[in-house]
């Protein structure tokens, strides 16, 4: 089935340390992106990409990094930058036609900093 | 900087019952996206809006598109418990190449 895989679900981590999420689509979608969400609140824009080896920063980029090496893997990285990283993240994908499309989502990642 | 606004943002309503929950957005765009988001689950896609007056039904939703108003509404009609969830509205952002999201309704449906 197609779909678009989030792992790992749920990921713990200490102050200071580096993780990355892991997004993979089988959908053929030209465009991923990655969106925060806090508790009670709305998606932010973290991070997308429209084609492989092209990003752009979304509203809430300080702290994060990604890589487009594939068109099926969209991984981000929270840094230790990132001042509040405990948060519920969401990977999607979309193929653009006029405008943005369609999002599809994947399962989520919940990441707790302890 | 397009902004998207919901309201209600917390919805209370009785089984049986019709409410409308409001999605508003400040700047010109003709396509709005619905989505559903049970508790600590990811978002599921409701109904796709692209163009003026559009209207899409689905069981005891119902939603429609005013690009003129800059309005979109999401219609529940005759309110059963299973309906209990976030709804979230979406706006394509003009040539931005990403959505904006609304803040999101919690509906409750008691029975």
């Known amino acids: 089935d197609g779909g678009i895989t989030q792992s790992p679900k749920y990921l713990f981590r200490k102050e200071g340390q580096n993780v990355t999420l892991s997004c993979e689509q089988n959908?053929?979608?030209?465009?991923m992106y990655w969106y925060r969400q806090d508790p009670g609140q709305g998606l932010r824009l973290i991070y997308y990409?429209?084609?492989?080896?092209?990003?752009q920063k979304g509203d809430i980029a300080e702290g994060y990094s990604v890589s487009r090496e594939k068109k099926e893997s969209f991984p981000l990285t929270v840094t230790s930058a990132q001042k509040n990283p405990t948060a519920f993240y969401l990977c999607?994908?979309?193929?653009?036609?006029?405008?943005?499309?369609?999002?599809?989502f994947g399962e989520g990642s919940r990441l707790t900093v302890l | 900087e397009l902004k998207v606004e919901q309201n209600p943002l917390f919805l209370s309503m009785q089984e049986g019952k019709n409410y409308t929950i409001y999605c508003n957005y400040s700047?010109?765009?003709?396509?709005l996206y619905w989505y559903r988001q049970d508790p600590g689950k990811s978002l599921e896609s409701l109904f796709v809006?692209?163009?003026?007056?559009a209207v899409k039904q689905e069981g005891r939703l119902m939603a429609s598109l005013d690009t003129k108003a800059r309005l979109s509404t999401l219609h529940i009609t005759a309110a059963v418990h299973d309906l209990s969830a976030t709804y979230f509205c979406?706006?394509?952002?003009?040539?931005?190449?990403?959505?904006?999201f609304g803040a999101g309704t919690i509906l409750r449906v008691k029975s």
């Open positions: 999607a994908s979309s193929t653009p036609g006029q405008g943005i499309g369609e999002l599809f």
């Open positions: 959908l053929n979608h030209d465009a």
């Open positions: 990409s429209q084609i492989v080896n092209d990003f």
């Open positions: 700047t010109t765009s003709d396509r």
């Open positions: 809006l692209l163009s003026n007056g």
């Open positions: 979406a706006v394509d952002m003009e040539y931005g190449n990403k959505l904006v």
